[in-house]
Structures are given as C-alpha cells and as structure tokens.
T-cell receptor, first 116, second 113 residues
Framework: DAGVTQSPTHLIKTRGQQVTLRCSPISGHKSVSWYQQVLGQGPQFIFQYYEKEERGRGNFPDRFSARQFPNYSSELNVNALLLGDSALYLC???????????????FGPGTRLTVL | AQSVTQLDSHVSVSEGTPVLLRCNYSSSYSPSLFWYVQHPNKGLQLLLKYTSAATLVKGINGFEAEFKKSETSFHLTKPSAHMSDAAEYFCVVSKDSNYQLIWGAGTKLIIKP
C-alpha cells in the first residue's frame, strides 16, 4: 500500500506570494494533520481535519488555511509568505474510526518550502 | 498544559553499546506517548507508542521505552547501537482535547564506529 504522499517535494517562493501544498493520505484514513518543522526543531501542529471538517488548529496566523476534500486528500494554503515560513511542511494521516478516536499518525516525506 | 522535554540535544555512542535517549513529559491526564525517528531527507517514522496498556513498550528495530508515571518519564533505550540508528529522535505527547501532537525539540543520535 502507498504511504502518505505530498507534492511538491521542494518549492521556492518570494515574500508576499501564496503557496498551496498537497497531501494524499493512506487509503482508508479519514484524518489529515499538517505540521511545520523549522530546521533544527521539532514539528509544530498547524491543523487537523477529519471528514472534511477542521478538528484542531495550532497557534498559527490566519495566513495559514487548509481544507480536506471528499476523497480525504488535503491542501494547505499559506498567503503573504514571510521569510520565517521557510520550513519543511509535513502531512500525516490517521485512520480515526470515529470522531472521538485518536489513532497513530503516519507521516509523508514533507514539502520543503524556501521563501526568498 | 502538555509539554515534552528531551533532556539531550545530542547523544553520541559507539556502535554495539547501549543507547539511552531521555524524555520527560508534563500532562494533566494520562497521556499517549510516542517516539518517532527522522532519518536525513526521509519522513518521520513511528518507533513505538504508549497508550496506558503495558508500561514497557517494545518498538521496531530493537528499541523500547518505559513509561514511569512517578518520574513523568518515557526514556527510549536500545541494548546495542547500530550505525543505521544514526538519526534524529522525537519524543511526542498527544494533547487530549483537539488531538494535537506536542513534540520535543529532538535528540540527534550519533553512532561512532
């Protein structure tokens, strides 16, 4: 079975631009989470979506938004890019049989975003 | 609030010797705890998971961790290090109300030949 996939693998943008990152979860997984990992640090939680609804949101500005599609894939959008947005963006999927369950998260390889 | 502290930013051991990566957590309830490994230019991989069953948890690649509530610790161990174990290791606690994972800053494991 394919794992979590993310596209693109690398991206270079300039300040003020907008970016869209994409994630396909493991087949059958209903929940997708997004994390930001700045070089030398642990990942920071951005969003979690379950059944197309936002279930959790971390401490990130409104420039960050996401959505989940009927096939459970997800997009992360970042507007008005800042230099500090340069990071590895990780997507994770989990099974989540019910709305209240908390299952193991499986991570994709990430998208490396560089903002110049 | 939940938090995780990894006590060492770098750990260096010789191949064939034991590995100990230390993690302390803070949680107001009985948490789920994880160890993830990140090899250079590769995705995060789950090593093991504690969810209030047995306090000694066995994971992949010979790693194990022991949940000690009295010490609020969840240290990761391996009896004999291998060169392929060189990577960054993250201790993680789940946040109850909105299913977030709270990550430690990571410990870089260096294996000397």
């Amino acid at each position: 079975d394919a794992g979590v996939t993310q596209s693109p693998t690398h991206l270079i943008k300039t300040r003020g631009q907008q970016v869209t990152l994409r994630c396909s979860p493991i087949s059958g997984h209903k929940s997708v989470s997004w994390y930001q990992q700045v070089l030398g640090q642990g990942p920071q939680f951005i969003f979690q979506y379950y059944e197309k609804e936002e279930r959790g949101r971390g401490n990130f500005p409104d420039r960050f938004s996401a959505r989940q599609f009927p096939n459970y894939s997800s997009e992360l959008n970042v507007n008005a890019l800042l230099l500090g947005d340069s990071a590895l963006y990780l997507c994770a999927s989990s099974l989540e049989e019910t709305k209240d369950s908390t299952d193991t998260q499986y991570f994709g390889p990430g998208t490396r975003l560089t903002v110049l | 609030a939940q938090s995780v502290t990894q006590l060492d930013s770098h750990v260096s051991v010789s191949e064939g010797t034991p590995v100990l990566l230390r993690c302390n957590y803070s949680s107001s309830y009985s948490p789920s705890l994880f160890w993830y490994v990140q090899h250079p230019n590769k995705g995060l991989q789950l090593l093991l998971k504690y969810t209030s069953a047995a306090t000694l948890v066995k994971g992949i690649n010979g790693f194990e961790a022991e949940f000690k509530k009295s010490e609020t610790s969840f240290h990761l161990t391996k009896p004999s290090a291998h060169m392929s174990d060189a990577a960054e290791y993250f201790c993680v606690v789940s946040k109850d109300s909105n299913y977030q994972l709270i990550w430690g800053a990571g410990t870089k494991l260096i294996i000397k030949p």
